[in-house]
């Protein structure tokens, strides 16, 4: 009883979690900066986009870190887990492959996130910026979606 509540809570937690990273970015990219481009210049656009990173911060930190936290409990108790470097079975290949995803998408994070922090001191800069940022905040997007196939996959196994 006690192992089946303390599963399903990791994977709730473990999908809500999820549900906040990959949906602030697909938000981001699908309304947030459609909307805001068709009224804003991109300087003022850059601008607010920095603005919203800095509020959206801890909770995308918080999501990331209850990820980690019961991802890792919920592979050491799937049965398929054959032990850290052990892909003998699909089910550890499939995992591998989910991992290295979310590991790119930590670089592209940090990269957004230096991105956004950057002062500009010329407004032309902006445009080069916000094009950066939404190229990235797009792959950001794309990783999202890719991890939550994967995820898909695997419970399938």
């Avoid at 481009?37 to 850059?46: C, N, P, V």
């Avoid at 986009?49 to 990331?64: E, K």
């Avoid at 190229?135 to 898909?152: C, D, E, K, P, Y």
Wanted: aromatic share 8%; with cysteine.
């Amino acid at each position: 009883m006690l192992t089946t509540l303390l599963k399903t809570a990791a994977i709730w937690f473990h999908m809500m979690a999820t549900i906040v990273l990959v949906g602030h970015y697909l938000l981001t990219v699908l309304v947030t900066l459609p909307v805001l481009k068709k009224s804003l210049k991109a300087q003022d656009l850059f601008r607010m986009l920095s603005d919203l990173s800095s509020q959206v911060q801890p909770r995308i930190f918080a999501s990331r870190g209850v990820c980690i936290l019961s991802g890792i409990y919920l592979m050491l108790i799937n049965p398929s887990y054959l032990g850290i470097g052990n892909f003998g079975n699909l089910w550890s290949a499939l995992m591998l492959v989910k991992h290295l995803i979310v590991v790119g998408m930590i670089i592209l994070a940090i990269q957004l996130n230096k991105t956004l922090k950057a002062r500009l001191s010329d407004p032309n800069q902006a445009g080069a910026a916000l094009k950066r940022a939404e190229r990235l905040i797009f792959a950001l997007s794309a990783g999202g979606i890719l991890v939550i196939l994967f995820t898909a996959i695997v419970q399938a196994q």
